[in-house]
């Protein structure tokens, strides 16, 4: 059984920082395709990184330069460090596996139709002003 489970939002000031943690259990974690995605409330769901089996990464073009996202297999954990957050970062954040995608950072931006197979139960940044 497939589970995710995120950590490390909260709540910081305009320009703070934070990382998030992504808990992967039940699948071989060095293959998945796995990204972190975001919604504000009101807002589509929109892709922020992907990270693909090799390594390879993707970004929006919203967070390029500020967010990094990383993964450690030894500890099945996925990460997205957060740098110089802006208000318009706030949002609740998932992070998703898949196995299917032959386009994995594809899938995460600009992202299908399809969604992702496997997602966590969320967790919430805020950025003030």
């Known amino acids: 059984q497939v589970q995710l489970v995120e950590s490390g939002g909260g709540s910081v000031q305009d320009g703070g920082s934070l990382r998030l943690s992504c808990a992967a259990s039940?699948?071989?974690?060095?293959?998945?395709?796995m990204g972190w995605f975001r919604q504000a409330p009101g807002k589509a769901r929109e892709g922020v990184a992907g990270i693909d089996s090799a390594g390879t990464t993707r970004y929006a073009d919203s967070v390029k330069g500020r967010f990094t996202i990383s993964k450690d297999s030894a500890k099945n954990t996925l990460y997205l460090q957060m740098n110089s957050l802006k208000p318009e970062d706030t949002a609740m954040y998932y992070c998703?596996?898949?196995?299917?995608?032959?386009?994995?950072?594809?899938?995460?931006?600009?992202?299908?139709?399809?969604?992702?197979?496997?997602w966590g139960q969320g967790t919430q940044v805020t950025v003030s002003s």
């Open positions: 998703a596996a898949d196995f299917r995608f032959r386009d994995c950072l594809g899938a995460v931006l600009p992202g299908t139709l399809l969604p992702f197979d496997y």
């Open positions: 039940g699948y071989t974690f060095s293959r998945a395709c």
